[in-house]
T-cell receptor
């Protein structure tokens, strides 16, 4: 069985400071991992994905995540937060290489940005 | 990128009535669409997987007779909430699958 745990339900940072959103996974298979962002009244948007290639994955809007098998983690980072980054972020796991098939969502982390 | 639309974006209905939500892939064909439910400040829970031309596969605990899914074409899937009750009030999100899942903007259902 697969699952993801997002360790923080809410993260608040100041604009211009680094962002760290934590995610740990559990999977019987070699997993594929994804980060999605949900802005109010907008559809979920894929930020980045890991599919067993490079362990450091770069995504859109300056976000990146590192797959660490020894720690079963896939934390999302950004060097400098922008006000537009305020949103809900979901860590997602799949046993397939793409998210085209069934995926499991984490509980979500709400990111707030202080001016 | 691929665009998925949902209609309506919000709906209010009386208890006991049925509500239909449409999910369309606007610029690509999707053999598989997914329906999710999201409660306030919670994550997305998969309700069912919809394959074009075949019966939907429902997740455990989801009543298939209450949440009717039809995937009649490669660009349209519908979710009908039958005999809706206040506990069915939620945010319903669909996704359409090609190389990845593309999500619709969601439909907020309020049952009075």
């Amino acid at each position: 069985a697969q699952s993801v745990t997002q360790l923080d339900s809410h993260v608040s940072v100041s604009e211009g400071t680094p962002v760290l959103l934590r995610c740990n996974y559990s999977s019987s298979y070699s997993p594929s991992l994804f980060w999605y962002v949900q802005h109010p009244n907008k559809g979920l948007q894929l930020l980045l994905k890991y599919t067993s290639a490079a362990t450091l994955v770069k995504g859109i809007n300056g976000f990146e995540a590192e797959f660490k098998k020894s720690e079963t983690s896939f934390h999302l980072t950004k060097p400098s937060a922008h006000m537009s980054d305020a949103a809900e972020y979901f860590c997602v796991v799949s046993d397939q290489e793409s998210s085209a098939s069934k995926i499991i969502f984490g509980s979500g982390t709400r990111l707030s940005i202080r001016p | 990128g691929a665009v998925v639309s949902q209609h309506p974006s919000w709906v209010i209905c009386k208890s006991g009535t049925s509500v239909k939500i449409e999910c369309r892939s606007l610029d690509f064909q999707a053999t598989t669409m997914f329906w999710y439910r999201q409660f306030p400040k919670q994550s997305l829970m998969l309700m069912a997987t919809s394959n074009e031309g075949s019966k939907a596969t429902y997740e455990q605990g989801v009543e298939k007779d209450k949440f009717l899914i039809n995937h009649a074409s490669l660009t349209l899937s519908t979710l009908t909430v039958t005999s809706a009750h206040p506990e069915d009030s939620s945010f319903y999100i669909c996704s359409a699958s090609s190389d990845t899942q593309y999500f619709g903007p969601g439909t907020r259902l309020t049952v009075l």
